[in-house]
Every structure is written in C-alpha cells, then in structure tokens.
C-alpha cells in the first residue's frame, strides 16, 4: 500500500525527470513507469504542463564595471582598481545579493507547496490540448528521447532519457512525420542535455496523434539532403488530444526507411 510519503517522493522523481536532473539509471526507470504504468505517463505530463512554461529564456545582465575588479582582488592578482562611481541602488551589489536570496528562497517554497498540498486522491488528468508529449523508444523498447511540444509558445523540449553512443563526427537528428507524407526536419537534438526547438507554423498544423516523431543518425550539421540519411534509432507516437490512439498500427523497425502509416 502506498503511503502519502510514497506518492510525495513519486511526484518529485516525476518533476526531477521532466527537469532532466536524474542520472541515467533513474531516468531509465522513470522512463520505463512510463511506459507501463498509466500513473506514471499521468504524473509526468501533468508536471511538463507545469514546468514547461518555465523555459523561457533568460535576457544576458551586463555587470556592473567594478565587479571584475573585485574578482581580481579576491583572487589576489594585481590589476589597476577603477574608480568606483558612487553606489545607487541599481548598483547596490548586497541589495540584489538579498533579493536573489529571498527569490530563490520563494521559487523553493513554491514547489514544495505544490508537491505537498493539498494531499487529495488522485484524480485521472487530462492532458491539455495545448501540450502533445512523445516517447521516442528504440529497438530495444528502451526510451531514448521524450519530447514536450508547447502549442501556445511553438516550441518542443526534448529531453534525453537514455544515453546513446554515436560514432565521431555523428549527430541525433529529428523528423516530423505526419501521415502518409515525407519526414520533415525539426532540428539537430543532444544526447546529453535538453534542446529547446522553435516550430514553424507549417510544421505545427502537421502535428497530432496521426504523425510521429523519429530520431536519424546524421552528419553534425544536419542531413545534407533534407532527408534521413543515416540509421533511425527512434521512434514514437504523438499524443495530447482527447481522441489520440494508444498505438500506432503499421510502424516499421526504427532501423529502417522512414515512413508513418496507419492501418
């Protein structure tokens, strides 16, 4: 029986793996739940519905001129001090020092709230039509990549689950295939880190539960042709729309031609 503590420490597991702060084995593991355990799929596309948004990118800050003058002296090199204008409160370095402290402080004590309260039963949770998520598996059934695409902002996060090894000078590349059609590029991905990708307005009206998605092995720019070029080593449906299959009938090996169909 599952205790509240139980279900508290699944919820955070689920957020660390949406974060893609896990190690490689308990990203397999969570990866896996997924795959098998309708909780599990629930938790993780309730925690990207919520986490998503916070990708935005951060705007560069140009420091303030004396900041490299105190790293020099800190670090006890010799180096002609500045003068130092008189301090305002834009450049007031411990009153930000302070904010920073209490933001941070704020951020934390807003997840901990979410991931504690309020303890209710579960409820079943409906993906968000403004959300489609996809679990890339390779030959093996293990998950590879697993993608997030943000409909409102026209961006897909995909974040490595499991760790591929590719010859030098090879890359990961994903391809849209929607129905019947050609694989169209979304854009060179990682194997070690998230990738954030902005989606056209072409290839957002090719999304939905009749396309997938695939993963090529190509040169480190990308396929020169426009098309997969190298071995597939991924594949996965598409869903987040109330009528989206559970499968996908007709879909080949990943170590093949590219092509989606549907029975």
């Known amino acids: 029986m599952n205790t509240a503590a139980d279900n508290d420490d699944d919820s955070l597991r689920y957020a660390e793996y949406v974060l893609g702060v896990l190690d490689a084995d308990a990203r397999a593991a969570v990866a896996q739940e997924i795959q098998t355990t309708d909780e599990a799929a629930a938790a993780v596309a309730l925690w990207q519905r919520r986490l998503t948004p916070l990708a935005q990118e951060v705007a560069a ?143 957002l009206a090719q999304l939905g539960p009749t396309a997938m998605l695939a993963v090529s092995v190509e040169p480190v720019g990308g396929s020169p042709t426009g098309q997969p070029t190298g071995p597939v080593i991924g594949k996965g449906a598409i869903s987040g729309s109330p009528d989206a299959p559970q499968k996908t009938a007709g879909v080949p090996s990943t170590h093949g031609h590219l092509e989606h169909t549907t029975a």
């Open 61 to 203: 800050v140009e420091p303030a001129a004396y900041v490299w003058a105190r790293i020099l002296s800190a670090l006890q090199l010799s180096a002609p001090a500045p003068v130092q204008p008189r301090k305002g409160l834009w450049d007031n370095l411990p009153l930000w020092h302070w904010i920073g402290i209490g933001a941070s402080f704020v951020a934390a004590a807003s997840i901990v709230l979410m991931v504690t309260y309020p303890r209710l039963p579960p409820a079943p949770v409906t993906v968000s039509v403004g959300y489609m998520v996809s679990a890339i598996q390779q030959d093996n059934g293990v998950t590879g990549w697993t993608a997030t695409m943000d409909l409102q902002h026209s961006r897909m996060v995909v974040v490595p689950a499991t760790p591929v090894v590719l010859a030098q000078g090879r890359a990961p590349e994903l391809w849209l295939i929607p129905v019947g059609q050609k694989p169209i590029s979304v854009g060179m991905i990682t194997r070690e880190k998230p990738t954030t990708l902005a989606l056209a307005p072409a290839l």
